[in-house]
């Protein structure tokens, strides 16, 4: 289950106050994400949240990844990124 989570994945929250909330991960840590959106979670101040309470929505964008992994990555292409993902899974679910 670890092996599908990776650094600039996408992940959806199915537990919590936050259910249903799309999230990028940040870091990963044995059994729990760090997770970033850009606006409430910004890089700064991640969601510390158990890996069973999460979901995968897709996999990591390789640009996102190496942005987060250089450290080079700000808040307003996090959220860029999400909404980007939202709208296409809408326009998908639409047709």
């Given at each position: 289950m670890m092996n599908?989570?990776?650094?600039?994945?996408?992940?959806?929250?199915?537990?919590?106050?936050?259910?249903g909330k799309?999230?990028?991960i940040?870091?990963?840590d044995h059994e729990y994400l760090y997770l970033v959106d850009g606006k409430i979670r910004t890089l700064d101040h991640p969601k510390k949240k158990k890996i069973k309470h999460v979901t995968m929505l897709a996999g990591a964008d390789?640009?996102?990844?190496?942005k987060i992994l250089n450290h080079s990555i700000?808040?307003?292409e996090i959220k860029r990124t999400i909404k980007m993902l939202l709208n296409r899974k809408s326009s998908k679910e639409a047709k």
């Open positions: 599908e989570f990776q650094v600039g994945g996408y992940v959806n929250s199915i537990a919590g106050h936050d259910s799309c999230y990028v940040f870091q990963i390789p640009e996102i990844k190496e700000k808040n307003e």
